[in-house]
């Protein structure tokens, strides 16, 4: 019946997508709040939650708190009446993931991104990774309600095409996933920016939906952010590429950064700035342990500095702290902005590396302080790791059949 949520409606099926978004946002929920909720007749509520039961739709969870009386009846969404697919294509890897309708995990494949991943193999990755999922999960494509795409920008999510990021392979210039996604495998497709879906996925958690103004950072080779404004997802403006913190400058004089401009945070707190600064200080002669490791300096990798830092290198230790201070005075500069009550610090730059993380919120805090001494701000690590962008995929295309936009392929 989800499928039929989509296209001109009847008041009938208005109201019954209506109550079974009220149940997908609530849940579990009482029929008396749903009658609160929407405003409908109770009479016409209550047969329209029985219609939702007996489409498989909804089950009745067990009882809620009495508020006096007998104590009510829950209800809440089927989470296997459907499932969904979840993909994240970022720089470093195109993650499929298989989800039920409370967005669990049931089955996944990652696809490392390199110079041989054009879009007509990670396109055929992810056709034969669905195929293969269903399979193993003894689920047909009726069973699948679609698949939503968190991707690098730009994009152009109204005609569901990645315009022209920067991937390790070519070919990326004018793709049109949805388009083509959607034909091959004849299901409905929806195409949003991975650090929105990622933001959308961790604002769903129930430790974090109290807060009203959240900034979500995802930081590794390149800078994504996402935003929550006063309980909202901010979606940005199309074409352009999601609001991303990576070329806010945060030193008029400094270095010179990939995009031309002049101490960008990218030329100071990403990873390729971080390796480059490690090869640097090793060509001058600090002593390091990453000079035993390797004997191509250029070689080292971010978990060999990742190493050498977590086990008390000196010399990775103090680039760790000097590329975090940027970016604390990057993130305080967004605090200035935004207000948030919640800041989630995500991305291997913050998971991987204790130092980095604590440098940066303690550079951050050490500017607020005595400006905002009444404002307190939670930091977090999120609470979906890398699989942040693709299970918010999976939401993205949920809540695109529950509300009414037409940007669904
Ligand atoms: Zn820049």
């Not at 001109?8 to 029929?31: A, N």
């Not at 109204?158 to 049109?176: A, R």
């Amino acid at each position: 019946m989800i499928k039929q949520f989509t296209g001109i409606l009847s008041q009938k099926d208005k109201s019954l997508k209506e109550l079974y978004s009220l149940i997908t946002e609530h849940g579990p929920v009482s029929r008396t709040d749903l009658v609160k909720y929407t405003g409908i007749k109770q009479t016409t509520c209550f047969r329209l939650i029985d219609e939702l039961i007996q489409s498989e739709l909804v089950i009745e969870s067990g009882y809620g708190q009495s508020s006096g009386g007998r104590k009510p009846i829950m209800y809440e969404v089927k989470v296997d009446a459907y499932y969904v697919i979840g993909i994240d294509i970022s720089t470093t890897h195109t993650k499929v993931l298989l989800m039920d309708l409370a967005f669990s995990i049931i089955d996944e494949e990652s696809l490392t991104m390199d110079e041989t991943t054009t879009p007509d193999v990670v396109i055929e990755f992810i056709v034969s990774c669905i195929h293969t999922m269903l399979q193993r999960q003894r689920l047909t494509m009726n069973d699948i309600l679609g698949a939503g795409i968190g991707a690098i920008g730009p994009l152009d999510r109204e005609k569901g095409m990645i315009l022209n990021p920067i991937f390790p392979s070519p070919g990326w210039k004018d793709v049109h996933l949805c388009q083509i996604l959607s034909e091959k495998l004849n299901i409905k497709t929806v195409l949003e920016y991975g650090s929105n879906t990622a933001t959308l996925a961790e604002y769903q958690q129930d430790a974090f939906k109290k807060y009203q103004n959240v900034i979500n950072i995802l930081k590794g080779d390149g800078i994504r952010n996402g935003l929550i404004i006063d309980g909202h997802l901010v979606q940005g403006a199309d074409k352009l590429g999601a609001f991303g913190q990576g070329h806010m400058i945060v030193d008029i004089h400094g270095r010179k950064c990939v995009c031309g401009a002049y101490g960008c945070i990218h030329a100071y707190s990403s990873i390729p700035a971080i390796q480059s600064e490690i090869v640097k200080g090793l060509k001058r002669g600090y002593p390091s342990v990453l000079r035993e490791w390797r004997i191509n300096i250029e070689e080292i990798t971010f978990e060999e500095i990742c190493q050498a830092v977590n086990e008390g290198d000196h010399f990775a230790r103090q680039i760790i702290e000097d590329a975090a201070y940027y970016s604390g005075i990057g993130l305080a500069n967004l605090v200035h902005m935004f207000f948030p009550e919640l800041i989630i610090l995500n991305g291997p730059l913050y998971t991987k590396m204790d130092l980095y993380y604590h440098t940066v919120i303690e550079t951050a805090q050490n500017r607020l302080k005595a400006i905002y001494p009444n404002h307190e701000i939670v930091f977090s690590k999120g609470l979906l790791g890398e699989n942040a962008s693709a299970i918010g995929a999976g939401r993205m295309l949920l809540h695109y059949y529950l509300t009414d936009r037409s940007t669904i392929f």
